[in-house]
């Protein structure tokens, strides 16, 4: 089974911190993706990576940035948390050249206060 | 206007209910169609996966695809309470990489 986790279930900050959402995948997949979910927004695309050190902009990446150092870890950094990054943040991957299929990890809920 | 647009809900039904989940879209180049199930805290888990329009059946579940209208649909027969969850759809030109994601239908099957 594809197993995808992230860090933390919950996480409260204050304004102004830096924060690191860590996401790991064990099936070897190429793809990887940060999104964030809101009532009556859905899922919204932050970033994704489609290989080690490489990333694409989604829809709303202001105020976040990402890193891939390893195929199988994906981070969201929040460089300065506002009250408005308040949301569940879900981490998804996927293989390159398969169904398209994304598997999707817990999700972390993070307050900003 | 959003690329994929899906009936809000909230939908409450009775046990045994047949429920219909519907989307839209606007982007002709759409192939792919997924449906994913999302748990109260949970993350999503993919429910269906069809390619180009027809009909997938699988147990209770049919997603149903019509490319002309632009519109996808899953249906659940016999409806248990045990349904109860958010409902997305998803979509895709390709067969990797990003999809693009409804809003969401969140269902309440009660007993």
Redesign the interface.
Known sequence: DVK?TQSSRYLVKRTGEKVFLECVQDMDHE?M?WYRQDP????R?IY?S?DVKMKEK?DIPEGYSVSREKKERFSLILESASTNQTSMY?C?S??????????????TRLTVL | QKEVE?DPGPLSVPEGAIVSLNCTYSNSAFQ?F?W?RQYS??????LM?TYSSGNKEDGRFTAQVDKSSKYISLFIRDSQPSDSATY?C?M?P??????T????TTLTVKP
């Open positions: 995808v793809n993706f009556g927004l859905g899922l695309l994704f489609y989604g879900l998804a996927n293989p390159a050249g398969g169904l398209n299929t994304q598997y999707f990890g817990p999700g | 899906q792919y997924m994913y805290r949970k993350g999503p888990e993919l996966y997305l998803a895709s390709t067969n990797a990489g990003k999809s994601f409804g809003d969401g």
